[in-house]
């Protein structure tokens, strides 16, 4: 059982290039989510999906897209990258019955755009 | 939308003393606080949490408390040790169907001398 595993842990970008954050979880969660934790900050919500082909808006969506086909899998888009997306990025699942309230983290993606 | 405010931003402590950290949070429907911990480098992994519906929860050398009427929790660490030193983020969300969308405190970097 891997739980939740995010690729690339690593990546540099130049503005206004597009990449894809990869995310997958083994667990059959039906809820994934989205964060990103810029250096001595919170977590912030960026999407999130309580199943596949739902996806919802977080608190900072803006230059990101998602998309859920498959319960395991929960990419996130750049496009046009930019330096305030300079980050890193959390992948997170939950389960949809019983305890749900646990989120389980990757182990990010640390991105720098220059 | 929820905001969570987490003080102090650092706190450092000496090893076998008590640590607290206190958050605040806005919105009056919140029903579940969880604490996430995350050392250097690695992913943030829960070590407790607490529902509205009780007052005081307790894990070994750690407690959450609640006062839903000011809407304020705490996390105490009792006999602080060295692998106590991490990153603490306190967090608050309404369990619900859609999922477990937490609003994250900004953290409280902890760092327990031997």
């Known amino acids: 059982n891997a739980g939740v595993t995010q690729t690339p842990k690593f990546r540099i970008l130049k ?12 667990m059959n969660h039906n809820y994934m989510y ?12 960026i999407y999130y999906s309580v199943g596949a ?11 990101y897209n998602v998309s859920r086909s498959t319960t ?35 182990s990010g993606t640390q991105l720098s755009v220059l | 939308g929820e ?10 402590v000496q090893e076998g003393d008590s640590a607290v950290i206190k958050c605040t949070y806005s919105d009056s429907a919140s029903n579940y606080f969880p604490w996430y911990k995350q050392e250097l480098g690695k992913r943030p992994q829960l070590i407790i949490d607490i529902r509205s519906n009780v007052g005081e929860k307790k894990d070994q050398r750690i407690a959450v408390t609640l006062n839903k009427t000011a809407k304020h929790f705490s996390l105490h660490i ?10 603490y983020f306190c967090a608050a969300s309404m369990i619900k ?16 001398k031997p």
């Open chain 2, 78 to 87: 009792t006999e602080t040790q060295p692998e106590d030193s991490a990153v």
């Open chain 2, 97 to 112: 169907a859609a999922g477990n969308k937490l609003t994250f405190g900004g953290g409280t970097r902890v760092l327990v």
């Open chain 1, 34 to 45: 989205w964060y990103r934790q810029d250096p001595g900050m919170g977590l912030k919500l």
């Open chain 1, 72 to 106: 395991e899998d929960f990419p996130l888009r750049l496009e046009l990258a930019a330096p305030s997306q300079t980050s890193v990025y959390f992948c997170a699942s939950s389960y949809s019955q019983g305890a749900r309230e646990k989120l389980f983290f990757g």
């Open chain 2, 3 to 12: 905001n969570v405010e987490q003080h102090p931003s650092t706190l450092s």
């Open chain 1, 53 to 63: 082909g739902i996806t919802d808006k977080g608190e900072v969506p803006n230059g």
């Open chain 1, 15 to 26: 503005i206004g290039q597009s990449m894809t954050l990869q995310c997958t979880q083994d």
